[in-house]
């Protein structure tokens, strides 16, 4: 069945004050002139254009799917998912339960294994094309944040300023205690990890963790900080893309919802339409409105997220820069033959290695490692980590925080997908 069109005596369905025909904010610059690529695009022209007078904010919200062409698997495709092929071996609960806290706590053997064989950044696991998007974004001065799930730390390597990254899951790159919360070297941890050993806290004897966020674990403090802001960089945000994700998981779902009403939300996805999602919480938020009657903001563009941002540059005469950036990356990596990757990932190596003027080594190379990693141990000095914690992830966002997230976006005809949940 076909949507009703937009009618003009409907509530105005950006402010809900005025009358759809009427109301001065239909005519608003935010407003697509079509739900489709050529919309964005066209909206995207007059960002740029903008750009010349005023600040411009596009915020990307990202997930497994952008680094699927890297050779990362995303978590819950059907035939290719971690969730559905990479678990089976470990006779856990449920597939979540790798990334549990409390089982984690009971058991380190499933997640080191996992470590060791699935998550160790490898050397050949680069920015894709939708990475180096977001930085041709950057390099225009439109991008102000990138939200994303992912813990390949493959925004770093495409040269996205940390400053603009918010890693909501956390990252690999430090570690720290799984019960004293003490932090450890990050690199120091996964080495040992890799090793086959099981690391312990210096302090209490708990199991050392890189500081990925677990189910049951607090948020990473940028996260919480944006949070209790109330998210501003969404509330001023020109544009939304949601790229490669489910949006199964809370609270990141819900920050879709952050943005003004009279905001362009794209979302590229190469299966989902959202319309299956299914969670345990029917609160969870992250609403869209692809299909429904009434849209007039949200744009699923359907495919492999590489080749929908090569179509937009194409379109938006920016290819060459895209095709230029990518072979500068490609170049420097080549020259430096990956010298540059690890350290890249793990900070607190290039001080070492560049005052022990050890050259880079293939991963699985150990002697020289063994040696700083002894001395770092020793020196005591670590990086304050990002991964202080105090938003609980496990049961996701809290009602108050989410109606302050949603109170001037809520609108009757906004249709809820599908709750969206903590574990799916
Ligand atoms: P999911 O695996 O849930 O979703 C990835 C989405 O990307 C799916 O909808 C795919 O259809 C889509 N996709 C895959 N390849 C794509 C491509 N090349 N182009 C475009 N879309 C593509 O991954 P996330 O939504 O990121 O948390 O999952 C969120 C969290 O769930 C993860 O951070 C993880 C997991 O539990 C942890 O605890 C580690
Ligand atoms: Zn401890």
Redesign the pocket.
Known sequence: MGCAPLLPFNPCCLCSSGFNLFCSCVNSPHSLSSLNLEGVTQYLSKLEHRQKKREVKIVVMA???IS??AGVP????MST?IYQNKMDKYSLPTP?HM?DIDYFISDQAPFYDFVKTELYPKPTTLPTVFHHFMNLLQEKQMLSRVYT???DMLERLAGINQEAICEV?GTLSTSSCANCKKQCDGYSTMKRIRKGEKPKCEKCGGPQKPD????GEKMPRKVQEQMKLNMPDLKKCDLLIV???????QP?ASFIDAVPRSTPRIF?????DGSGRKGDYDDAGGQHLWGKCGNYRDVLLR????KIVTQICREMDWLNELQNKIKTFADNHKKKGGANVEEKLFPSLKGERRSSKQPWRAIGSSTSKDRLDARRNSSGKLKKSESERSVTRNGSISPSHRRKLSKSNSNSSLTSVGSAAVHP
């Open positions: 997930g497994a799917g699927v062409s995303d978590f819950r495709s998912g979540q990334f799930q992912n813990i899951h990925i966020v677990f189910f790229a490669g994700t489910s949006l199964a998981v990141f590229i996805n190469r299966d989902s495919g492999d997220c590489d």
